[in-house]
Every structure is written in structure tokens, then in C-alpha cells.
């Protein structure tokens, strides 16, 4: 069975600051990896995803995912945040042309 | 102007009570999904239809049916609603099960009870 796993379900920075949010699946076959991001009261929408090729990825509004495969991770990352970053992060996995299976979410609180 | 289409926002219903969730795409997408969200739980699939007529079991089934007679509508049924079927539902499309990037609705909130 594989597993979509988000250790942290809150993360708080202040804005400017970095952050990473973690991600790790346990999947041994070729897999879709990719992030979303929900708003709060919204559905959620695309930020990025992974197949092959080049592990860091760039998404929207400057975030950016780093796959790799020794740690069976996709590690959401941006460099400065701001406030409207402030949102529910979900990792999700598809193996083999499979369904998309989401973790439980990452909430994401920005300070002034 | 691609969007996935919910209705309703809200709804309140009895114990015992049916329920029906609608959603439409306009992105002539083959896939759709119903998932349902709960705290803690992330996104579970209750259902995903591959196109009309073509539909298949998620991981939490139990207590729901869905209908897909037009490739642009994609309904949710809950017949005799429970109290722990209280939740937010999501419908969501790709343009077909290959594709990993999934279109949401903004959501259905019911109480149930």
C-alpha cells in the first residue's frame, strides 16, 4: 500500500521568511508526484508536479519541489513567503497512471 | 474558462434524509472524482468516473452512489444520509486518468443531522 506522508500539520513563519514543507511517500514504482494548494473555503488548485528529469521543479508564485528518490521525498519549498502563501499544502502521489492519492495537509501560517 | 462547478455551497440535512451533490465541468474532461475531506484526513476518493456510464469504487464508497450520464456532470448521491457522513465534499476532473493534474471545485459543506 503506498503512503503519502506530511509530518508537519502546522507550520507557522513570519513573512520573508523560508520554508520547507515535507512530503514522503513509500511507493517503489514510477509515480506523478505534485503539490497543492487550498485556500481556506476553496477547492484545491495546482502548484507543481514531478515525473522525470530535472528533480527541482518550479511552480507558481515561486515555489519549488525537490524530488528525491534515496529519501523517497518532494520537499515544497519558497524562499521568501508572504502572507497570502497562507494556505493548506497537500502532497499528492499517482503511481503507475493510477489514482491520485493526497497526504493530510500542511497548514501554512505567514505572520506580518 | 476552465472551472468545476458545485452546487450546492452549503447544505443541511436530517438523519435518514437523501442527498444529492452535483458537479460540472466545462473542460470536456473525461475524468472526474468525488472525494470528501475531514480534519486530519486529508482528501479521501469516494468515487472516480472514467466517462459516462464508466464508473468505479474509490477507497471509501460505502454509503454513496454516483451518476454520470453527461460527460460534464458528475452527481453525488447519499441515500439515507448519516451523521458521519458529515463533511466537505470535493468534485475534481483531469482530462483523463493519465493526467495527474486534477481541477477542484470549491466544495460542498454538509451537515448531516
Known amino acids: 500500500t503506498q503512503t503519502v506522508s506530511q509530518s508537519d500539520a502546522h507550520v507557522t513563519v513570519f513573512e520573508g521568511d523560508s520554508v520547507e514543507l515535507r512530503c514522503n511517500y513509500s511507493?517503489?514504482?514510477?509515480?506523478?508526484l505534485s503539490w497543492y494548494i487550498q485556500h481556506h473555503g476553496r477547492g484545491l488548485q495546482f502548484l507543481l508536479k514531478?515525473?522525470?528529469?530535472?528533480?527541482v521543479v518550479q511552480g507558481v508564485n515561486g515555489f519549488e519541489a525537490e524530488f528525491s528518490k534515496s529519501d523517497s521525498s518532494f520537499h515544497l519549498r519558497k524562499a521568501s513567503v508572504h502572507w497570502s502563501d497562507s494556505a493548506v499544502y497537500f502532497c499528492?502521489?499517482?503511481?503507475?497512471?493510477?489514482?491520485?492519492?493526497f497526504g493530510s495537509g500542511t497548514k501554512l501560517t505567514v505572520e506580518p | 474558462d476552465m472551472k468545476v462547478t458545485q452546487m450546492p455551497r452549503y447544505l443541511i440535512k436530517r438523519m435518514g434524509e437523501n442527498v444529492l451533490l452535483e458537479c460540472g465541468q466545462d473542460?470536456?474532461?473525461?475524468?472526474m472524482y468525488w472525494y470528501r475531506q475531514d480534519p486530519g484526513l486529508g482528501l479521501q476518493l469516494i468515487y472516480i468516473?472514467?466517462?459516462?456510464?464508466?464508473?468505479s469504487e474509490g477507497d471509501i464508497p460505502k454509503g454513496y452512489r454516483v451518476s454520470r450520464k453527461k460527460r460534464e456532470h458528475f452527481s453525488l448521491i447519499l441515500d439515507s444520509a448519516k451523521t458521519n457522513q458529515t463533511s466537505v465534499y470535493f468534485c475534481?476532473?483531469?482530462?483523463?486518468?493519465?493526467?495527474?493534474?486534477?481541477?477542484f471545485g470549491h466544495g460542498t459543506k454538509l451537515s448531516v443531522l
Open positions: 499528492a502521489v499517482m503511481p503507475n497512471y493510477n489514482v491520485l492519492y
Open positions: 475534481a476532473s483531469s482530462r483523463d486518468i493519465s493526467n495527474e493534474r486534477l481541477f
Open positions: 473542460m470536456s474532461h473525461e475524468t
Open positions: 468516473s472514467y466517462d459516462v456510464d464508466s464508473n
Open positions: 514531478y515525473y522525470s528529469g530535472n528533480p
Open positions: 511507493y517503489g514504482g514510477s509515480i506523478y
